[in-house]
């Protein structure tokens, strides 16, 4: 310990490591131009003077960042104006309210240098990583699995044989739910507008269509096929272009959100279709704007909140030491409202 009145200081770290101030602050923060011999010797210096200034500097005694990131690949204005997101980060948060790990929450599609993102995240900074709304071949999760950082995704990834861990919702399994409620209605040219089909969640609600037409016996309509992107406005546009399809109109609908199924909601009325007796629709989500769509929708409830838990309780897991490679998966259920 130092023989001051006062906590140790950067200073006194640097004069006992025999380096500059500036290169202790580099060590702290986490910075890799610094060589691993002086790294070595700053922290020595470190632990003996018992210099804890911040998170970041008790980290290089602790090895720990006491910080979990939470990554999201959607821009800004999706993640707020999507209530999926906002369930996630209640679960996440939950998860986290009493171990004192903090989240970092960072919007990764409006971020001017995707680079930054890597480097940070693999520099120490934060003990591991929940990733959110993958599209496509992301390089991020392999570039996590290389650097050794702890990482979960919320959501499969696209490729099914991908190491690492990850918790979803079943998909699948509830999209056949939604068009098997469909067919003992009665309804028999079942459409479906799908998410995006370079994520996981949307491949899986779309093979899920597939598999309720096939119990039904109804494999035959199985090309009333519009592609979606979770957005209201995607919802609505395909739903205008399967109401200009030549032949026998559709008489049902499942969308893979409740955001697409309201702009289906919306297309329809703006045709003068009857929302259920002409066409019946089914979202997927059971988010508010469910509750409070007009008709009110019928949907399939996954539970948002408890994924974001169950995931963040993985990482934690991961980061204590434990293996990854966990794939958990939630059930889901389907809730009956006017619209179906």
């Known amino acids: 310990m130092t023989g001051g009145s006062g906590p140790p200081t950067l200073e006194q770290v640097a004069a006992l490591a025999g380096v500059s101030r500036a290169t202790v602050s580099r060590v702290v923060n986490g910075s890799p131009k610094v060589s691993p011999a002086v790294r070595a010797q700053v922290e020595r210096a470190v632990a003996k003077l018992g210099y804890v200034p911040n998170r ?52 990764a599609q409006d971020l001017p240098d995707r680079g930054w993102l890597e480097r940070y995240v693999v ?19 392999g570039t996590l699995e290389r ?40 309804r028999r040219r079942i459409a479906t507008i799908t998410g995006s089909l370079d994520m996981g969640v ?42 200009e399809r030549p032949g026998d109109p559709v008489d049902a609908v499942f969308a893979a959100s409740d955001l697409m199924a309201a702009g289906a909601l919306r297309a329809l009325r703006a045709a003068g279709r009857r929302v259920p007796e002409d066409v019946a629709v089914v979202g997927f989500e059971d988010s508010a704007v469910a509750r409070y769509a007009q008709p009110p929708l019928t949907t399939v409830r996954q539970p948002i909140e408890d994924m974001g838990r169950q995931a963040t309780r993985l990482l934690l897991a991961q980061v204590a030491g434990e293996a990854g490679g966990m794939h958990l998966i939630l059930d889901t259920e389907l809730v009956v409202r006017a619209s179906a």
């Open 202 to 243: 949307g491949q899986d609600r779309l093979e899920g269509y597939r598999d309720g037409l096939a119990a039904a016996g109804l494999a035959g309509a199985g090309d009333l096929v519009e592609t979606g992107d979770f957005t209201e406005e995607g919802g609505a546009a395909a739903m205008g272009r399967l109401l």
């Open 147 to 186: 650097a050794g950082v702890p990482a979960v995704l919320i959501g499969r990834p696209v490729d099914q044989a991908a190491p690492g861990s990850y918790v979803d919702a079943d998909n699948r399994g509830g999209a056949g739910k939604a068009v098997g409620h469909l067919a003992r209605r009665g």
């Open 123 to 141: 520099g120490g900074h934060v003990d591991g990583v929940l990733l959110a709304s993958l599209h496509g071949d992301d390089p991020l999760p």
């Open 56 to 107: 970041a500097a008790r980290s290089l005694v602790t090895r720990r960042a006491d910080s979990v990131a939470l990554v999201v690949s959607e821009p800004h204005a999706r993640f707020f104006s999507e209530p999926f997101f906002a369930g996630m980060v209640r679960g996440v948060s939950a998860a986290l309210a009493e171990t004192g790990v903090q989240l970092l929450l960072l919007i």
